[in-house]
């Protein structure tokens, strides 16, 4: 007749005990989990350069304009990076983020640049309760690190429309376009790119509105 040793069941169940411990203290450890870096579009003008070639202005500006948020297309009214790396796909770097939608930070950025040129008694960025006789509508169609060409570029493209307030009337619309080749193929480079693209584009952006002032009064007169 054979006797099993008691040893054994209680051999296995110890075994069975550091088991459970061993997983559980592995269970209880903190899982490093990357943080994800935080970027901003920046008021970063050059004085000189945003007045190289610029318009005259009025001796003395009459017209308020009136700065409305901007709009973004659809795929870039996120906080997200956006790359490309084939066309009509559009990817989002890991772990880099805005730290607001471009659209957001872009709002004070187009009135302090359109402000500026001095063509404007006022500019005012709503929501507020000032009224003014133009109005400044703008869209981002896209702000985005192209990576299909070498070195790789950021291309920005805003469109604005000028419009009178009293009338309703369309009184200019364009669309700028800037692509700006990055100095290092990651999500730093595409900020700083992306930096430099928005910069230029403003600038652009407060020459036609300058222009637009400019125009207005004979408009006005001719009617």
Do not use: K
């Not at 009214?77 to 805005?98: C, M």
């Not at 700083?192 to 693209?197: G, K, P, Y």
């Not at 910069?199 to 020459?207: D, K, M, R, T, Y």
């Amino acid at each position: 007749m054979t006797h099993q040793s008691p040893a054994r069941p209680v051999n296995l169940l110890i075994t069975a005990l550091l088991l459970a411990m061993i997983t559980g203290c592995g269970a209880l450890q903190p899982t490093t989990v990357a943080q994800p870096a935080f970027y901003s579009l920046d008021n970063a003008y050059s004085e000189q350069q945003e007045l190289a070639h610029a318009p005259a202005t009025p001796a003395a500006p009459v017209s308020t304009l009136i700065v409305t948020p901007p709009r973004a297309a659809s795929g870039f009214n996120s906080q997200r990076i956006v790359y490309l790396r084939q066309a009509h796909q559009l990817e989002y770097y890991a772990h880099s983020e805005w730290i607001d939608t471009p659209a957001r930070m872009l709002a004070p950025l187009i009135a302090t640049a359109v402000a500026r040129r001095g063509a404007y008694r006022a500019v005012v960025l709503t929501p507020s309760a000032a009224s003014g006789d133009l109005r400044l509508d703008t869209e981002i169609v896209r702000l985005q690190h192209d990576l299909r060409s070498q070195p790789s570029a950021v291309r920005f493209t805003l469109r604005a429309l000028v419009v009178d307030n009293g009338s309703r009337q369309v009184l200019a619309r364009s669309e700028f376009d800037i692509a700006v080749p990055v100095t290092s193929e990651d999500p730093y480079g595409s900020v700083v790119a992306a930096n430099r693209a928005v910069q230029a584009v403003l600038e652009q952006l407060a020459i036609f509105c300058a222009e637009t002032a400019l125009a207005r009064p004979a408009a006005t007169t001719g009617r």
